[in-house]
């Protein structure tokens, strides 16, 4: 499994970034593919997710309405759309590739070992 990211990079407050994740070596659709980040000092937190199988999509509350997960199951490559982008925002990016997540303490967890990207770092200026 192997899971390669891009996109990331310094925006203002308001702007907008699109990372991408392109997946390898396992089955697209029997797969959930989630996004996580991690502020440094802070637990990595998990926001969102697409099922492979049928584009469900799932977004915590910290960013629902500003982010927007989509995919093109034809090449393996989920999308992540930042939208009104805000400081508290800024973190490394990373996704991930599990067969199932589950929400507790208002954030998304895996069910086992996620295989997971390299991490994309998103800073966002005031």
């Known amino acids: 499994v192997q899971l390669v990211e891009s996109g990331g990079g310094l925006v203002q407050t308001g702007g907008s970034l699109r990372l991408s994740c392109t997946a390898s070596g396992f089955t697209f659709d029997d797969y959930v593919i989630a996004w996580f980040r991690q502020a440094p000092g802070k637990e990595r937190e998990g926001f969102g997710c697409i099922s492979g199988a049928n584009g469900r999509t799932y977004y915590g509350n910290s960013v629902k309405g500003r982010f927007t997960i989509s995919s093109e199951g034809a090449r393996n490559v989920v999308y992540l759309q930042m939208d009104k982008l805000k400081p508290d925002d800024t973190a490394v990016y990373y996704c991930?590739?599990?067969?199932?997540?589950?929400?507790?303490?208002?954030?998304?967890?895996?069910?086992?070992?996620?295989?997971w990207g390299q991490g994309a770092q998103v800073t966002v200026s005031s």
């Open positions: 991930a590739a599990n067969l199932e997540y589950y929400v507790a303490l208002r954030m998304l967890r895996p069910r086992s070992s996620n295989h």
